[in-house]
């Protein structure tokens, strides 16, 4: 079957750097995502990574490694506002998105 | 970038009633929309897929006949939630894929939270 595992919450504190992790196991791979959904919202698109390696985008990064099906996705100098839940997707060889069940992440003072 | 609208982003009816929702491709033309429910502190759950101007594909265990789908336009899809039951009360969120990115990435509506009394 199509599994997508991160962790359910993680905790960081405000001006610091968090990485969460994704590991997937799906049928064909084109292309993983990391959305940003706040409580009572619709997801919002952060990154897609489709080749093995690092794309920065400003504050947030994320990384892929296909042969070892693992995600991350790195959040530099948090802020208040980063608090959210943070799903990371996989499109299969169906291009159906195959989604994780998201990691909520809580910043600090 | 694209915009995807919902409509509308919060209902509430009574058990028995049916409610539509509407989803728009506000600046794009959309072949394809997604329909997704997500129940609190949950992950997104695919409902269907919605290809325009063909039956829409629904996901194992989601009954086509109580959630009816219709994408009768580049830039509109409908899903009407019929006979509704207080066990339907959800978020729900469409979204569209975008066809000529290289990413085919999909954006997201709003979302609309329905709640049946």
């Known amino acids: 079957g199509q599994n997508i595992d991160q962790p359910t919450e993680m905790t960081a504190t405000e001006g610091a750097i968090v990485q969460i992790n994704c590991t997937y196991q799906t049928s064909g791979f084109n292309g993983l995502f990391w959305y940003q959904q706040h409580a009572g919202e619709a997801p919002t698109f952060l990154s897609y990574n489709v080749l093995d390696g690092l794309e920065e985008k400003g504050r947030f990064s994320s990384f892929l490694s296909r042969s070892k099906g693992y995600s991350y996705l790195l959040l530099k100098e948090l802020q208040m506002k980063d608090s959210a839940s943070y799903l990371c997707?996989?499109?299969?060889?169906?291009?159906?998105?195959?989604w994780g069940a998201g990691t909520k992440l809580i910043i600090k003072p | 970038g694209a915009v995807v609208s919902q409509h509308p982003s919060w209902v509430i009816c009574k058990s028995g009633t049916s409610v539509k929702i509407e989803c728009r491709s506000l600046?794009?033309?959309?072949?394809?929309m997604f329909w997704y429910r997500q129940f609190p502190k949950q992950s997104l759950m695919l409902m269907a897929t919605?290809?325009?101007?063909?039956?829409?594909?629904?996901e194992q265990g989601v009954e086509k006949d109580k959630f009816l789908i219709n994408h009768a336009s580049l830039t509109l899809s409908t899903l009407t939630v019929t006979s509704a039951h207080p066990e339907d009360s959800s978020f729900y969120i469409c979204?569209?894929?975008?066809?000529?990115?290289?990413?085919?990435?999909?954006?997201f509506g709003p979302g609309t939270r329905l709640t049946v009394t």
């Open positions: 979204s569209a894929r975008v066809p000529d990115r290289t990413t085919y990435e999909q954006y």
């Open positions: 919605s290809n325009e101007g063909s039956k829409a594909t629904y």
């Open positions: 997707a996989v499109r299969d060889s169906n291009y159906q998105l195959i």
């Open positions: 600046d794009f033309q959309a072949t394809t």
